[in-house]
Nanobody, 125 residues
């Protein structure tokens, strides 16, 4: 059974950094693109970042471009989200997700078939 498990969330001051991890198992994700989404209280889930199935390309939401970096370590079956210069508006539950390479729409949650349980990130002023 496929499983994605996020870790690395927590409380950090504005301007600080965190690195989220997403460990995946249970099936081969070698030809899957992966991404990060987040959901703040009272808001819809929104796209944060994505990496293509072959790691050749990455995409970011405008709100995090230049501050966040997505990467994947295939040897460890783990994806990361390095978050720098964090702001209070980055506070949310962060989810990792996976979609087959044939699925279009890297920034649409409906394109992803596998999801983690989420990890809370709180950025204080």
């Amino acid at each position: 059974q496929a499983q994605l498990v996020e870790s690395g969330g927590g409380l950090v001051q504005s301007g600080g950094s965190l690195r989220l991890s997403c460990a995946y198992s249970g099936r081969t994700f070698s030809n899957y693109a992966m991404g990060w989404f987040r959901q703040a209280p009272g808001k819809e889930r929104e796209f944060v970042a994505a990496v293509s199935w072959n790691d050749a390309g990455t995409s970011y939401a405008d709100s995090v471009k230049g501050r966040f970096a997505i990467s994947r370590d295939r040897a460890l079956n783990t994806m990361y989200l390095q978050m720098n210069s964090l702001k209070p508006e980055d506070t949310a539950v962060y989810y990792c997700a996976a979609r087959p390479s044939s699925s279009r729409g890297y920034d649409r949650s409906s394109s992803y078939g596998y999801w983690g349980q989420g990890t809370q990130v709180t950025v204080s002023i």
